[in-house]
Structure formats: structure tokens, C-alpha cells
């Protein structure tokens, strides 16, 4: 459905830059890192200088991964909050500061990245765009009424009628365009903080609120992060990224 030799000669043209942003904190390291990364070293932006971001709270856990030219990865320690709503909340300020005082200066691009997944086939400059969200595989054709936005609305992140509803295991864009999107999910999550209530999906559904109204520029398909429990659809052809088994009980904890 696109030319991907279209799209790589254009960013590699226009020396475009992407920073990739991952969690890997507590015992999500062990359990996914790995695989992410090597995996993303065989589909992700090949061609393109990529820089990772792990934030981790186990620096010296981090696997030596052997890196293709031009792409590196550096390793920022992070303090691991106690519950994963709010190890997942928190990431929005991280990201926001990290790009105030690093990635600004070095990238056109961000994305960010939830590290239960595998690439699994190109996931490559085409999905780069000035603002990135991704349709949720559970959702993408369902009724409105089915989404599982906040529908509290005593939250920020109350949507009362949406459109879409999106992943939030993968956002990106410019970088000015992603620091906007963490600072005003940051603001809304410590706003509900303040009011004594918490989004029901958490950071997704900030997430969600942020991009009905400031609409993405590209959306990506369900390819782009496919979960097999959901089985064969015909509408997805190539599964780009799936989802990781997710051990709930064992690594929230
Ligand atoms: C890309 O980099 C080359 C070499 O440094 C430079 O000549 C060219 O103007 C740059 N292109 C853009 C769009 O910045
Ligand atoms: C990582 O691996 C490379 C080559 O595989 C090696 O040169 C380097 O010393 C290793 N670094 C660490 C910290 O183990």
C-alpha cells in the first residue's frame, strides 16, 4: 500500500533523525529488552540513524547489543515507582524532560515505544510523520461506544464522544510535536492526581483524549502492532510488530 523505496529515499535525503524512547524498568528488562531491541535492529528505520533511549532502573542490566552503523543507544537511569500505573504515568514527564535537554538538539524525530513487542517486518520511514499514533488492534473496527475511553467525568481525560481509539504502546513525531503530547498528558495526569482520580487506562487514555484534539497527522495500522491472540484478519498483511505474552501477574509486581 505505499513504496517503501519512496519513503527512504526521501528521509535519507532530508537526513532525517529518529530517537526511539523504551521503558525497561523492573523486571520488564529481563523479560523483554532483548528481543526488542535486536528485533528492532532488523526491521526498525533501517537505513536511517537511530539513536535508543532505554530508561532503565537496572543500567547495568542492559544487554550488549551489536549495532548496525550510524545507530547507537545510550542508557538513562530512571527511579522505578512503586506501582506500574504510575512507572507508566511517569514516562510522559521523562520523555518531555529528556527531550528538552537532549533529543531536541540531535533528532527530527521521536518515537516511543512500549518494550513488550517484537518487530517482526519493516516498520520503516513511512511511519515516520510530524504526529504518529497507532490504531489499537482490539479497536480499530469497532463502534465507538466500545472504547474504552475515560468516561469519568471527573478526569481530564474524560472523552464523552472520541473517533478513534489509539495505542499508546507506540507514539512519535517531531520531537516538538511529541514533548507537547507528554506535557500535556503530564499536566492532566497531575491534575486527576489532585482531584483524587486516576484515568482508567491510565496514560492511554490522556493519550487518547490529547489526539482528539490535536488530531495525528499519520495514523498507522494495526500491522504496525499486532496482537495473535486477536487470530488471522484478512486486513492485516503483514504483521510488522506483536505483541510480547504479557505476564501481568508476574511482572507488575
Ligand atoms: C543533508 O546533509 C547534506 C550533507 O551534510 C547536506 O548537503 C544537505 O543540505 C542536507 N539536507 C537537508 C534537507 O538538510
Ligand atoms: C559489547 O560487545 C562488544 C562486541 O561484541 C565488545 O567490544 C564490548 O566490549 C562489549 N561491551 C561490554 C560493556 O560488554
Same mark, same amino acid.
Given at each position: 500500500?505505499?513504496?517503501?523505496?519512496?519513503?527512504?529515499?526521501?528521509?535519507?535525503?532530508?537526513?532525517? /533523525?529518529? *530517537?526511539?524512547?523504551? %521503558?525497561?524498568? +523492573?523486571?520488564?528488562?529481563?523479560? =523483554?529488552?532483548? $528481543?526488542? !531491541? /535486536?528485533? *528492532?535492529?532488523?526491521? %526498525?528505520?533501517? +537505513?536511517?540513524?537511530?539513536?535508543? =533511549?532505554?530508561? $532503565?532502573? !537496572?543500567?547495568?542490566?542492559?544487554?550488549?547489543?551489536?549495532?548496525?552503523?550510524?545507530?547507537?543507544?545510550?542508557?538513562?537511569?530512571?527511579?522505578?515507582?512503586?506501582?506500574?500505573?504510575?512507572?507508566?504515568?511517569?514516562?510522559?514527564?521523562?520523555?518531555?524532560?529528556?527531550?528538552?535537554?537532549?533529543?531536541?538538539?540531535?533528532?527530527?524525530?521521536?518515537?516511543?515505544?512500549?518494550?513488550?513487542?517484537?518487530?517482526?517486518?519493516?516498520?520503516?520511514?513511512?511511519?515516520?510523520?510530524?504526529?504518529?499514533?497507532?490504531?489499537?488492534?482490539?479497536?480499530?473496527?469497532?463502534?465507538?461506544?466500545?472504547?474504552?475511553?475515560?468516561?469519568?467525568?471527573?478526569?481530564?481525560?474524560?472523552?464523552?464522544?472520541?473517533?478513534?481509539?489509539?495505542?499508546?504502546?507506540?507514539?512519535?513525531?517531531?520531537?516538538?510535536?511529541?514533548?507537547?503530547?507528554?506535557?500535556?498528558?503530564?499536566?492532566?495526569?497531575?491534575?486527576?492526581?489532585?482531584?483524587?482520580?486516576?484515568?482508567?487506562?491510565?496514560?492511554?487514555?490522556?493519550?487518547?483524549?490529547?489526539?482528539?484534539?490535536?488530531?495525528?497527522?499519520?495514523?498507522?495500522?494495526?500491522?504496525?502492532?499486532?496482537?495473535?491472540?486477536?487470530?488471522?484478519?484478512?486486513?492485516?498483511?503483514?504483521?510488522?510488530?506483536?505483541?510480547?505474552?504479557?505476564?501481568?501477574?508476574?511482572?507488575?509486581?
Amino acid at each position: 500500500m505505499f513504496d517503501p523505496q519512496f519513503f527512504d529515499q526521501k528521509h535519507i535525503q532530508e537526513n532525517s /533523525t529518529v *530517537a526511539l524512547t523504551v %521503558f525497561a524498568v +523492573g523486571r520488564y528488562l529481563d523479560a =523483554y529488552l532483548t $528481543t526488542f !531491541l /535486536t528485533s *528492532a535492529e532488523q526491521h %526498525f528505520m533501517l +537505513g536511517l540513524p537511530v539513536t535508543y =533511549y532505554v530508561f $532503565t532502573d !537496572l543500567p547495568d542490566r542492559v544487554p550488549n547489543i551489536s549495532l548496525a552503523p550510524q545507530r547507537h543507544l545510550k542508557v538513562v537511569p530512571v527511579v522505578k515507582h512503586s506501582r506500574w500505573q504510575d512507572v507508566s504515568m511517569m514516562r510522559m514527564k521523562t520523555i518531555s524532560d529528556t527531550i528538552e535537554s537532549e533529543l531536541r538538539h540531535h533528532f527530527r524525530y521521536v518515537f516511543c515505544f512500549d518494550v513488550d513487542q517484537e518487530f517482526k517486518g519493516r516498520f520503516g520511514s513511512e511511519a515516520l510523520g510530524d504526529s504518529v499514533a497507532l490504531l489499537h488492534a482490539h479497536f480499530y473496527k469497532s463502534q465507538e461506544r466500545k472504547f474504552t475511553y475515560d468516561r469519568n467525568p471527573k478526569s481530564k481525560a474524560f472523552i464523552a464522544t472520541g473517533d478513534f481509539y489509539y495505542h499508546a504502546a507506540i507514539f512519535g513525531g517531531t520531537w516538538a510535536n511529541v514533548k507537547h503530547l507528554a506535557d500535556a498528558c503530564y499536566l492532566n495526569i497531575m491534575l486527576d492526581k489532585q482531584s483524587n482520580v486516576e484515568a482508567l487506562w491510565h496514560d492511554e487514555s490522556h493519550l487518547n483524549k490529547y489526539f482528539l484534539i490535536h488530531k495525528p497527522s499519520r495514523l498507522l495500522s494495526p500491522e504496525y502492532c499486532w496482537d495473535l491472540s486477536i487470530g488471522h484478519e484478512p486486513d492485516i498483511r503483514i504483521i510488522r510488530l506483536k505483541w510480547a505474552p504479557k505476564h501481568y501477574e508476574k511482572l507488575r509486581t
